[in-house]
């Protein structure tokens, strides 16, 4: 079975999405989302009816927090978006202005090829995380896990941390 990476982050805003002074992040959600679709190994990402991103997306209580949800064919493709992409490494400089500091922020996992994650899988997988720490079935770049049946891989540093 071939299998792919699904990755879930989320920020809590400190201030509603709306507000002005989160203006320069949610302006640059559509560069940094094509940015992402044409990153080589992408696959999918959850898109609200904006189709810019999933800024509107309500998977928490909380309604400041946004969520990304995204399909990668491997770890090392989602890692060179995340740290190597500049439009995505400008943006996620500046995440202290719009951002409250969360201990769990991320969560990957693997899936089969062709499964679409849901926001409740992915929010899922943040608790279980927190819940247990790293496992095979959520864990982030500090502490990897191949697929099933494959040999380890080795960490990622979590720069966005």
Known sequence: MK?????INIARFRVPAADPVNADFVNSLARVNAAAEGQPGFIWRLKDDSGNGAIDIQAFDDPNVAINLSVWTDL????????????????????????????????????????VPTAAEGKAKLELLERLGPT??????????????SPPIAPILDECA
């Open 3 to 7: 299998y792919h990476l699904a990755e």
């Open 76 to 115: 090392e493709s989602l890692a060179s978006f995340v740290y190597r992409n500049p439009e995505h490494s400008n943006i996620m400089r500046r995440r202290r202005e719009w951002f409250d500091k969360m201990s769990i922020h991320l969560a990957i996992w693997w899936i089969p090829a062709g499964h």
């Open 136 to 149: 095979p079935d959520a864990f982030s770049f500090r502490n990897p896990f191949a697929p099933p049946n």
